[in-house]
Every structure is written in structure tokens, then in C-alpha cells.
């Protein structure tokens, strides 16, 4: 069963902090690749951020030094700790999962069409 729930959202205001989580089961999490993406309103979907079960990293350079995305395998559970937040970071937040069939890739992909599943979303508004 595939189901990645995102929570953590919120408003802050510039400069501050935010810590989103997504739970994942344990289908979704036995990906190779998961990922974290944004979308503001009028604008496409981006990948923010990407980590492959090997530990390997990949950030846009709009979050590079400000965000860190990680995992807690105990919990099937993935993060991304946000900090010195701008207004421009205001977006919708997904989560998402590459499907374990895909062959992995280095760096971990940020395009959307990289990922087979997908959360609902949770709003980060930065003022």
C-alpha cells in the first residue's frame, strides 16, 4: 500500500525555522530515493530536495545551506529541517517516492517526473 503523509507546515517569519515530516509505509519507504518538492501558486512543481537510501544528497540551489533533508529508518519516516527561511519559500511541500523498480541515480533526481508517488501537501507560508 502506498501512503506518504506530510505534517510540520506552517506559518513563520522570515528567519525562522521549520521542520516538515513525511510518514511513509513501508512500501514507499523500501524506495530507492525519496524526495522533498514545492510549488507556490502560478509557479510548476521543483525539487527542493532528494536523498537516496545510499545517504546521497542533492539540493536546489535556492536551499543549498538552509535546508538538510533526512530519514529516520526506525520511524519510515523522512525530513526537512528548514532554516533561515525567506519569503519565497511560501509553497505548497510534497513529499514523494521513486518507485524501488527505477534504477537508482547519482545525484538523487529533482525532477518530478523522477518520483511515482506522491503526498497531499502541506503549506508552508513564510511573512
Known amino acids: 500500500h502506498v501512503q506518504l503523509v506530510e505534517s510540520g507546515g506552517g506559518s513563520v517569519q522570515a528567519g525562522g525555522s521549520l521542520s516538515l515530516s513525511c510518514a511513509s509505509s513501508e512500501y514507499t519507504y523500501a524506495s530507492n530515493c525519496m524526495g522533498w518538492f514545492r510549488q507556490a501558486p502560478g509557479k510548476e512543481r521543483e525539487g527542493v530536495a532528494a536523498l537516496n537510501n545510499d545517504g546521497s544528497t542533492n539540493y536546489a540551489e535556492s536551499v543549498k545551506g538552509r535546508f538538510t533533508i533526512s530519514k529516520d529508518n526506525a520511524k519510515n519516516t523522512l525530513y526537512l529541517q528548514m532554516n533561515s527561511l525567506k519569503p519565497e519559500d511560501t509553497a505548497m511541500y510534497y513529499c514523494?517516492?521513486?518507485?524501488?523498480?527505477?534504477?537508482?541515480?547519482?545525484?538523487?533526481?529533482?525532477?518530478?517526473?523522477?518520483?511515482?508517488?506522491w503526498g497531499q501537501g502541506t503549506q508552508v507560508t513564510v511573512s
Open positions: 514523494a517516492a521513486r518507485a524501488a523498480s527505477r534504477v537508482r541515480r547519482w545525484p538523487p533526481p529533482l525532477g518530478i517526473k523522477e518520483y511515482n508517488y
